[in-house]
């Protein structure tokens, strides 16, 4: 007799049980137990009746203080919303539907990002969960500020779709979960980012991502190389996650050292120049703002400090001229390039074969 692994139980057991059958054991109270957790004893009761949704930090939270992983409290939450909404007998709406049309989904599976499903419904529960929310109404919710900031950078050349920017940015999160980041010190992120202008000559991304990942972790500053899926048209994007720990995402999107180590550097001056609150997404036409305009002339000093500038005006055009001058500096042959080309001292046609080119297939997954 086959066997069958479809069981859906009538009845359904709030991540709160779990909770409560350990306070139990521990002879924890509710109002010790929202001490620990950092909430309110209002809130916890909330969590234990299964009415507020265990988020991922509140799921980290729990993983210090009950001891289960925070992936377990998330895959409980997950199996308790969707079993309310079984026993309940919601049907993916029109909303569920335009909501999935609006997202890369094919890109999303594509690249690993959420299982394929032979379901709608599965689809709906399964881009809930990437995101972590309960439902569509709470995605636009937090997402609001990322779908007006695409919507406010989209032009010609920058045509992003809300819907893959937010799954670009949010599996950045994801993926920055696994760096183990220090607590943010922008002085020690100067530093560094002077160190760093010297791994720009390296050619082998398998060596450099690594390394530029762990420096900037020692600084509290998660650095992640997440592809743009079809539809965003990002090159970078950097927030604050907590007071503590920051976020740069790259794309790496048109695979050449001059452009990714600009954006890298571009970033990095958003996060040092403009605070906490803000979230900053940049493209290929970045706008012309005054914090966008500070992070490119950040990036270029950083690059070239001030004491080469003048000797990068009078630069001949020759490979060769420009290779020694790349050395002198430290930096690539390619970034010299690209601030000739910015600075209109030669076309954009002129020299790209010093650009350094890379391949997702060779480097990346």
Not at 190 to 203: A, P, W
Not at 244 to 268: G, I, N, Q
């Amino acid at each position: 007799m086959a066997e069958n692994n479809d069981f859906k139980p009538d009845w359904i057991s709030a991540p709160g049980d779990t909770m409560a059958d350990i306070l139990e054991e521990r002879n924890l109270s509710l109002v010790e137990f929202a001490e620990r957790m950092g909430h309110t004893p209002k809130h916890v009761n909330e969590l234990l009746r299964g009415r507020a949704m265990i988020t991922i930090e509140t799921a980290r939270k729990l993983e210090v203080v009950l001891g289960a992983s925070a992936a377990f409290w998330m895959i409980r939450e997950s199996q308790y919303r969707e079993d309310v909404a079984r026993i309940q007998g919601e049907e993916p709406s029109s909303v569920d539907a335009g909501w999935l049309s609006e997202l890369p989904l094919k890109d999303m599976i594509r690249f690993g990002w959420v299982k394929p499903v032979p379901r709608f419904a599965d689809e709906v529960a399964a881009c809930l969960r990437f995101f972590d929310v309960p439902d569509v109404g709470a995605w636009r919710e937090t997402y609001r500020g990322v779908l007006e900031m695409a919507a406010f950078r989209t032009s010609s050349s920058f045509d992003s779709q809300p819907g893959a920017v937010a799954a670009w940015l949010r599996q950045g999160e994801i993926e920055s979960m696994s760096i183990d980041c220090k607590r943010w010190d922008p002085k020690q992120f100067q530093k560094v980012l002077s160190n760093i202008r010297s791994l720009t000559r390296k050619k082998d991304p398998s060596f450099f991502i690594p390394e530029l990942v762990k420096r900037c972790a020692e600084c509290g500053v998660a650095v992640v190389i997440v592809r743009a899926p079809t539809g965003c048209r990002a090159s970078g994007a950097t927030r604050f996650l907590s007071p503590s720990r920051a976020l740069l995402v790259l794309s790496f999107r048109y695979l050449s050292d001059d452009h990714f180590w600009f954006t890298f550097f571009h970033e990095a001056g958003h996060l040092l120049l403009h605070g906490k609150k803000a979230l900053f997404l940049e493209g290929a036409n970045m706008a012309s703002t005054k914090e966008e305009k500070e992070a490119n002339e950040f990036a270029a000093r950083v690059l070239i400090p001030l004491e080469f500038q003048a000797a990068l005006l009078n630069v001949r055009v020759d490979s060769l001229e420009v290779i020694k001058f790349a050395r002198r500096v430290g930096i690539s042959p390619g970034i010299v390039v690209g601030q000739l080309q910015h600075v209109g001292l030669i076309k954009p046609n002129q020299l790209n074969t010093l650009k350094r080119r890379f391949s997702w297939g060779n480097y990346f997954s």
